[in-house]
């Protein structure tokens, strides 16, 4: 999973404000903004990341129409996490259809306009 760019937003900038606006004479400027390019990134070389954690829901329908919502544990290892279908499915063998559902850590970084360090 590489970065994912999320694309412009705006930040303001912190520094001595206000300060007298060029562009309206007479005017000042309250709040300077600049273009801050973010990204979006899977954090696994992180030390302190958590892992991606696996799990299965069973998403069958009941006989009344609502879904059956059970859910295995979470599991680390992807292949435990495939086992809980199987038991659910023989407790309940009308119930074929599930869900995998990973939690995985990202984060939102800003990279720095080319040649300058960020403040």
């Known amino acids: 999973m590489g970065d994912t760019p999320v694309g ?7 520094g001595p404000l206000p300060v007298p606006c060029a562009e309206v004479p007479g005017t000042r400027l309250r709040r300077a903004w600049r ?9 696994a ?3 302190d990341t958590p892992p991606v954690m696996h799990r299965y829901r069973c998403v069958s329908e009941e006989e009344d129409g609502t879904v059956c919502g059970a ?13 809980w279908p199987f038991l659910h499915a023989r407790q309940s063998p009308e119930h ?11 984060a939102l ?5 080319a040649g300058r360090a960020l403040p």
């Open 8 to 14: 412009p937003v705006f930040q303001a900038v912190d």
């Open 35 to 43: 273009f801050m390019d973010w990204t979006l990134s899977h954090t």
């Open 45 to 47: 070389d992180e030390p």
């Open 71 to 83: 859910a295995g544990p979470e599991a680390e290892d992807f292949t435990l996490a495939q086992a």
């Open 96 to 106: 074929r259809s599930f869900e995998h559902v990973a939690r995985v850590p990202w």
């Open 109 to 113: 970084s800003v990279r720095p306009p």
